[in-house]
């Protein structure tokens, strides 16, 4: 059966270009145009109700009573803390209207949809792999936190302990059940690709 270990190598040169964006390094810098800023965090909102559905059927389809808890648990904190940072974010940066979704958007929206109605578990657990680790994976770094906390909160909600014990429990999961390698390699090119999108 593949791993997340083997997915992440096999997929190597694009999951690389994703965590090592442009987008990122201007993040840790704190050099992010507020246009650019306000472009991704307009998009990136558009997934929170998605991804609340996905983490839902997560918790639906689980086979295990453990896994089943712990997806439960970071529902709760998605709901949370991530849509309270998005509500003050955008008030600052004056992008609170409705918002069209651009392609990788909706791509990726396509893809959490249709992981979401397959309620197959192992579809649903690589799609959430993606989206958390790569994004543990930029948020990973040993450099110092930006001053804003526009950029430094973005950055903190995706490394730390918490978010890295959830990511171990994801690969645990794709590892004990399999994963699909297209819907890995696809949300690894639409994640790129949403990083593209944010310069227009």
Known sequence: MITSA???????EVWDAAVRHRFVDELWAGTVDDAVMARYLAQDALFLDAFVAL???A??????????M????QLGLVAGDEDDYFTRALARLDAAGPVEPLPPTAGFLTLMESARRS???ATIMTVLLVAEWLYLDWADRPDPAPTDWL???WIELHRGPAFAAWVALLRT??????ADEAVFARAVDLERAFFDAAYG
């Open 55 to 57: 983490l839902g059927a």
């Open 151 to 153: 950029h430094a909160e």
């Open 6 to 12: 083997d997915l992440r190598h096999r997929h190597a």
């Open 119 to 121: 309620g197959e578990y």
């Open 70 to 73: 712990a997806v439960a648990r």
């Open 173 to 178: 999961e794709v590892d004990r059940v399999g």
């Open 59 to 68: 918790v639906s389809s689980a086979d295990e009573p453990g896994a089943r």
